[in-house]
């Protein structure tokens, strides 16, 4: 069995296009982890839908890639390099942001993988995962809500990046199932104060082709005492109804109907598009 699971390309086909109002250039959708899957997935979504889309990443480069691919696409897009654990990184980006229209949407989506057992599990990691998973994206809606709610009609949306891991917790994944419970309770904190004028929800998928998947399966094989090719048959897909990764597009899709007037109640839930994995773990 090959392990190359390549991030498939973006093409305009498969973007979803929404008819809204709001998605239009005066408008500022944040997104995080803009270098690579799903976050750039999402940026270029959001910039083809017409959005003035902020990118943020630690990878300058790649996130310089994603950038010039949502411009040839057609859409505006600016790319910031920002360290997510820097607070005041993080407050510039958010200013900068501000200042190119109404910041109306934030998609929480950067995040990494370790995986270990409880009893070994680096604590330097834990708290570098908790930075990066919880405390930014908590930041983040932190200060992005006042510019919401300073708006002329006081409305925006956060959606923060879930995972099959926010409704199950897998073996050797202590820290991420803990990150990914978290952004459901940070949608739902942010819903429950939202008056229903700024909306919050969370996306769950399973596995998605993107390099986060691929990396984990030497150190799964390891951790299982499994060999490479059962961490994808039996550990990756293995209780999935639909045995295919989606591609990072897709996922991309999902936040930008969640932004969309299409979902005005999806408000503190969470999208769970996962082949059939939780109900039937």
Same mark, same amino acid.
């Given at each position: 069995?090959?392990?190359?699971?390549?991030?498939?390309?973006?093409?305009?086909?498969?973007?979803?296009?929404?008819?809204?109002?709001?998605?239009?250039?005066?408008?500022?959708?944040?997104?995080?982890?803009?270098?690579?899957?799903?976050?750039?997935?999402?940026?270029?979504?959001?910039?083809?839908?017409?959005?003035?889309?902020?990118?943020?990443?630690?990878?300058?480069?790649?996130?310089?890639?994603?950038?010039?691919?949502?411009?040839?696409?057609?859409?505006?897009?600016?790319?910031?390099?920002?360290?997510?654990?820097?607070?005041?990184?993080?407050?510039?980006?958010?200013?900068?942001?501000?200042?190119?229209?109404?910041?109306?949407?934030?998609?929480?989506?950067?995040?990494?993988?370790?995986?270990?057992?409880?009893?070994? =599990?680096?604590?330097?990691?834990?708290?570098?995962?908790?930075?990066?998973?919880?405390?930014?994206?908590? =930041?983040?809606?932190?200060?992005?809500?006042?510019?919401?709610?300073?708006?002329?009609?006081?409305?925006?949306?956060?959606?923060?990046?879930?995972?099959?891991?926010?409704?199950?917790?897998?073996?050797?994944?202590?820290?991420?199932?803990?990150?990914?419970?978290?952004?459901?309770?940070?949608?739902?904190?942010?819903?429950?104060?939202?008056?229903?004028?700024?909306?919050?929800?969370?996306?769950?998928?399973?596995?998605?082709?993107?390099?986060?998947?691929?990396?984990?399966?030497?150190?799964?094989?390891?951790?299982?005492?499994?060999?490479?090719?059962?961490?994808?048959?039996?550990?990756?897909?293995?209780?999935?109804?639909?045995?295919?990764?989606?591609?990072?597009?897709?996922?991309?899709?999902?936040?930008?109907?969640?932004?969309?007037?299409?979902?005005?109640?999806?408000?503190?839930?969470?999208?769970?598009?996962?082949?059939?994995?939780?109900?039937?773990?």
């Amino acid at each position: 069995m090959s392990f190359d699971i390549n991030e498939p390309e973006i093409k305009r086909n498969d973007i979803l296009i929404l008819n809204d109002k709001d998605f239009n250039p005066r408008n500022v959708c944040i997104v995080t982890g803009a270098g690579s899957g799903i976050g750039k997935a999402t940026c270029i979504a959001a910039a083809v839908n017409n959005l003035t889309v902020v990118g943020l990443d630690i990878d300058e480069k790649s996130g310089k890639k994603t950038q010039a691919l949502a411009r040839k696409m057609g859409g505006q897009m600016i790319f910031l390099r920002a360290n997510l654990t820097e607070d005041e990184q993080v407050q510039w980006a958010v200013k900068e942001a501000a200042k190119l229209g109404t910041l109306r949407y934030l998609a929480n989506i950067a995040g990494i993988q370790h995986i270990n057992s409880i009893a070994d =599990f680096p604590m330097e990691k834990y708290d570098f995962m908790m930075g990066l998973m919880v405390r930014a994206p908590f =930041f983040l809606a932190k200060l992005t809500i006042p510019y919401m709610r300073k708006s002329k009609d006081g409305r925006g949306v956060i959606a923060n990046m879930g995972s099959i891991h926010a409704h199950i917790s897998t073996l050797n994944k202590p820290v991420y199932n803990i990150t990914k419970f978290a952004m459901r309770a940070l949608s739902q904190s942010i819903a429950a104060e939202g008056e229903g004028k700024i909306r919050s929800f969370s996306v769950s998928t399973g596995f998605v082709k993107t390099a986060l998947a691929l990396n984990q399966i030497a150190a799964q094989a390891e951790q299982r005492r499994i060999k490479p090719e059962q961490v994808v048959t039996d550990v990756m897909m293995g209780k999935s109804r639909i045995k295919e990764m989606m591609s990072p597009i897709e996922v991309g899709n999902l936040f930008l109907f969640g932004f969309s007037r299409f979902a005005t109640y999806l408000n503190s839930s969470d999208l769970l598009f996962d082949g059939g994995v939780v109900l039937t773990y």
